[in-house]
T-cell receptor, first 115, second 112 residues
Framework: AQKITQTQPGMFVQEKEAVTLDCTYD???????LFWYKQPSSGEMIFLIY??????QNATEGRYSLNFQKARKSANLVISASQLGDSAMYFC????????????FGAGTRLFVKA | DVKVTQSSRYLVKRTGEKVFLECVQD?????MFWYRQDPGLGLRLIYF???????EKGDIPEGYSVSREKKERFSLILESASTNQTSMYLC???????????FGSGTRLTVV
């Protein structure tokens, strides 16, 4: 069965520093997608970044990058130059790309950015 | 701006009531999803739909049903609400080629 594990319930980072949020996954599928979403205190889920299982390059979107290590089944999110507005819950997610678009989510990591 | 709209932000219902949570998207998306979010558990999939009148069970469908009579609308139904269904409910949609979902702002349901 597919599974997403986020082992850090909460993280602190100083403003302007980089932070890595951990995510490991388990799947027997060959084709899958990995996602990160941000959920601010307002509650809305915001899609941040996507990595396909066959993509050889790590995905980047502005200050977000996804450190994809396929052999280790990890998909860590790196946020560079943290800002106060980055304080939020972050969810790692995985989707089976072979059929259907069902996505499973991890338990989330709450990030606190300190001024 | 593309949108997924959930009809209620907060809802309080009594045990045993039939509850309808409505979700409407204006992006002509084929896929729609209902998740519930609980602290420490992340998001868990209740039901999803690939097309009108089509539905598939997710990981926790017990106590819920859904309806998709029109492409833009996906309703979640709690047949007889119970206190353990107190939660945040999130609706999402995606097209066949989207990478990510577009989420609604959520409905926080309290069953008393």
């Amino acid at each position: 069965a597919q599974k997403i594990t986020q082992t850090q319930p909460g993280m602190f980072v100083q403003e302007k520093e980089a932070v890595t949020l951990d995510c490991t996954y388990d799947t027997s599928d060959q084709s899958y997608g990995l996602f990160w979403y941000k959920q601010p205190s307002s509650g809305e889920m915001i899609f941040l970044i996507y990595q396909g299982s066959y993509d050889e390059q790590n995905a980047t979107e502005g200050r977000y990058s996804l450190n994809f290590q396929k052999a280790r089944k990890s998909a860590n999110l790196v946020i560079s130059a943290s800002q106060l507005g980055d304080s939020a819950m972050y969810f790692c997610a995985m989707r089976d790309n072979t059929g259907g678009f069902k996505t499973i989510f991890g338990a989330g990591t709450r990030l606190f950015v300190k001024a | 701006d593309v949108k997924v709209t959930q009809s209620s932000r907060y809802l309080v219902k009594r045990t045993g009531e039939k509850v309808f949570l409505e979700c409407v998207q204006d992006m002509d998306h084929e896929n729609m999803f209902w998740y519930r979010q609980d602290p420490g558990l992340g998001l868990r999939l209740i039901y999803f739909s690939y097309d009108v009148k089509m539905k598939e069970k997710g990981d926790i469908p017990e106590g819920y049903s859904v309806s998709r009579e029109k492409k833009e609308r996906f309703s979640l139904i709690l047949e007889s609400a119970s206190t353990n269904q107190t939660s945040m409910y999130l609706c999402a949609s995606s097209s066949l080629v989207d990478y990510g979902y577009t989420f609604g702002s959520g409905t926080r349901l309290t069953v008393v």
